[in-house]
Structures are given as C-alpha cells and as structure tokens.
C-alpha cells in the first residue's frame, strides 16, 4: 500500500521562476493539504484540496496555487520565486470521514531552494 | 500571539530520563489535538492524538487542559530513539485548519 508520494524530492530554483510539485495521496485518501516547513519552523498549512476544489486556504499570496486532478492527485504551483519560498513543501493526504479529515499521513516532501 | 505555541528547545537528557513537553493553543474553537513526530530532514508522522481524558501509549501519555487551551506530552525511559522533533498540532473545527506548532526539539543521550 503506497503512501503519499511527492516529486521531484529536491530542486533548486533562481528568483523569478516558477515550480510546479506533485502529490499521490495515499490508496482511499481523497483531500489532500499542501504545507510550507521553513527551517526550524513547525509546517504552515498553504491550502486544502477536495473534490477537486481549494476548500481552505492559508496566509499564502496568489503566487501559491494548486489543483487537484480526478484521480486525487494534486499539484502545487509556485509564480514570480522569492528567495524567501525556500522551504521543505509537504503534501499531506486525508480521507475526508467524519473525522479522518483530522489525521493527516505526510510524504517525504519536496525541499525547494531558491538561489 | 501565535495559534499554537510550544518551547522550542533543546531539551537534553539522558537515556531513561522522564521529559514533559507543553503547548498552548490561543482558539477556543479548537476540537481535536495531536501529537506528531518529526525525525531529521522527514516528514512529520502522527505519534498519538490527545483525548480529553488524557491518554496513553507504552512509555508516551498525553494530557489535555481544555480550560486553560494547553496540551502536554510526557515522555517516560527515555531512549536514544527518541530525539526527534515533537509537533503539537490543534485542529480548529471552525476553521477547518490544522494548526502546527513549531516544535519542540528532544536530543536524548547515552
């Protein structure tokens, strides 16, 4: 039973560019949450995708999106790169039960480093 | 004031020793709570939830204050296994949202 895979697993940018990160959830999972972990810091929750749609959403600029394809797979996008992007990008997969929503299973993340 | 906050550390100690960590949440709303773990360079893993009777697991107990907003993780018999970055993670039912605290960093040595 695969968990939740990430691509690429590292990748360095310059300031100006754009990334796109890929996300498999987990086999059952449907949402799937994108986080933000600075060095040192805890992880910053980006947006949350179900059904396709974004239903919550951080304190993240537009230069943050995503999308969620049928086969729940997700995508995250990253416009106009700022030195400050820097981070490791988690994707997080749940099953959106009455109460699975809560528990999240993590991939190994993407470390972006923008130069 | 931050939505979830804990001691970042280091806590040092030794194998064997008994290390309590505790974390505040400033939303009342807030109705589920977690513990994760985070090893080096990993990504965070699901160590327990935290119910509101306090709970166990073998040498791990975690308690939870919903008056004073404020969680704690006691570890017991310390092992070296143990270092690791422990997450205190609040879900905010009306929100929607699960919170991550910044961590708190556990070296335990020989």
């Known amino acids: 039973d695969a968990g939740v895979t990430q691509s690429p697993t590292h990748l360095i940018k310059t300031r100006g560019q754009q990334v796109t990160l890929r996300c498999s959830p987990k086999s059952g999972h449907d949402t799937v949450s994108w986080y933000q972990q600075a060095l040192g810091q805890g992880p910053q929750f980006i947006f949350q995708y179900y059904e396709e749609e974004e239903r919550q959403r951080g304190n993240f600029p537009d230069r943050f999106s995503g999308h969620q394809f049928p086969n729940y797979s997700s995508e995250l996008n990253v416009n106009a790169l700022l030195l400050g992007d820097s981070a490791l990008y988690l994707c997080?997969?749940?099953?959106?039960?009455?109460?699975?929503?809560?528990?999240?299973?993590f991939g190994a993340g993407s470390r972006l480093t923008v130069l | 004031r931050k939505e979830v906050e804990q001691d970042p550390g280091p806590f040092n100690v030794p194998e064997g020793a008994t290390v309590a960590f505790n974390c505040t949440y400033s939303?009342?709303?807030?109705?589920?709570f977690f513990w994760y773990r985070q090893d080096c360079r990993k990504e965070p893993k699901l160590l327990m939830s935290?119910?509101?009777s306090g709970n166990e697991d073998g040498r791990f107990t975690a308690q939870l204050n919903r008056a004073s907003q404020y969680i704690s993780l006691l570890i017991r018999d310390s092992k070296l296994s143990d270092s690791a970055t422990y997450l205190c993670v609040v879900y905010e039912y009306n929100t929607d949202k699960l919170i991550f605290g910044t961590g708190t960093r556990l070296q335990v040595f020989p």
């Open positions: 939303n009342s709303a807030s109705q589920s």
């Open positions: 935290v119910y509101s």
């Open positions: 997080a997969s749940s099953f959106q039960g009455p109460s699975g929503a809560n528990v999240l299973t």
